[in-house]
């Protein structure tokens, strides 16, 4: 069964609003969870690192002031994009290791997709 | 800076075998995965390789080349499920994953 739940699975939104984006880990604790964007035909692209109890990594280019992430418990990341433009319409998934070994997957919960008219 | 090449689009027929390239360059490496997709789904884990050689989960074998910074994914017994996009992508430090520019797989009949 699925691993990592994100909610919603798709929303449309007006250009200027906030779209806030849950990501749960089901049956484990994630300290640290994972957020990347992807648009169509393309790859997944690292936005963020989640991190419990405390702020999170940007990776180059990304705006933390655009895409707010939270991480308030150990089983629940959020990330808000705020002033939301045409341009953030995209897929946008998130993801956590369940064990913390060389080998463990990834797991990704099953995306938002995200419009902005 | 991070990079990994894949080639774009492979096609094949049911039944036959398939090898998915993927040469990087990165900073940091602890390892070589690889994910399929389907299309409007979540990535899924294939195979992990950390050391050089090869490493096979049923009809799925991964490899990898470290000193050539190179690595394969070779499906068998191709299937039209597997139609999807693959994904190489490096482990580097802080357990964060960076992902290849993908490859789409047409199965054909």
Known sequence: ?117 | GQSLEQPSEVTAVEGAIVQINCTYQTSGFYGLSWYQQHDGGAPTFLSYNALDGLEETGRFSSFLSRSDSYGYLLLQELQMKDSASYFCAVKRGGNKLTFGTGTQLKVEL
């Open chain 1, 1 to 117: 069964g699925a691993v990592v739940s994100q909610h919603p699975s798709w929303v449309i939104c007006k250009s200027g609003t906030s779209v806030k984006i849950e990501c749960r880990s089901l049956d484990f604790q994630a300290t640290t969870m994972f957020w990347y964007r992807q648009f169509p035909k393309q790859s997944l692209m690292l936005m963020a690192t989640s991190n419990e109890g405390s702020k999170a990594t940007y990776e180059q280019g990304v705006e933390k002031d655009k895409f707010l992430i939270n991480h308030a418990s150990l089983t629940l990341s959020t990330l808000t994009v705020t002033s939301a433009h045409p341009e953030d319409s995209s897929f946008y998934i998130c993801s956590a290791f369940k064990q913390v070994s060389n080998n463990s997957p990834l797991h990704f919960g099953n995306g938002t997709r995200l419009t902005v008219t």
